[in-house]
């Protein structure tokens, strides 16, 4: 089992920066691939980045790449997503989520067994 928190949103102006932290409990937060999804009313889910996590690297969204950096500290349970140059179409609830993915998979939210409650990240223009 892993219960995961999110924390770091916040409203903030296009170009400006925030930091997302995921905090996760248990002794087995190093055997979960931890990733980052967004959501808004309109959209379904989406998969934002996940960090590296047993040789694979890290992987982004294309909508992302180059302004979001994902991050992992095994020895503080922690997942972290650096988001530079927010733009206004960043705006969702933004999850992190545990879970056990085969490579093909990692971009699926259903494949993840665990989640956390979300945090709120508003981009004005």
């Known amino acids: 089992q892993v219960q995961l928190v999110e924390s770091g949103g916040g409203l903030v102006q296009a170009g400006d920066s925030l930091r997302l932290s995921c905090a996760g409990s248990?002794?087995?937060?190093?055997?979960?691939?931890m990733t980052w999804f967004r959501q808004t009313p309109e959209q379904e889910r989406e998969f934002v980045a996940t960090?590296?996590?047993?040789?694979?690297?890290?992987y982004y969204a294309d909508s992302v790449k180059g302004r979001f950096t994902i991050s992992r500290d095994n020895a503080k349970n922690t997942v972290y997503l650096q988001m530079n140059n927010l733009r206004p179409e960043d705006t969702a609830i933004y999850y992190c989520?545990?879970?056990?993915?085969?490579?093909?998979?990692?971009?699926?939210?259903?494949?993840?067994?665990?989640w956390g409650q979300g945090t709120q990240v508003n981009v004005s223009s």
């Open positions: 248990g002794r087995t937060f190093s055997e979960y691939a």
């Open positions: 989520a545990a879970g056990r993915p085969v490579l093909s998979a990692l971009r699926t939210p259903s494949v993840y067994g665990f």
């Open positions: 960090a590296a996590w047993k040789g694979r690297p890290a």
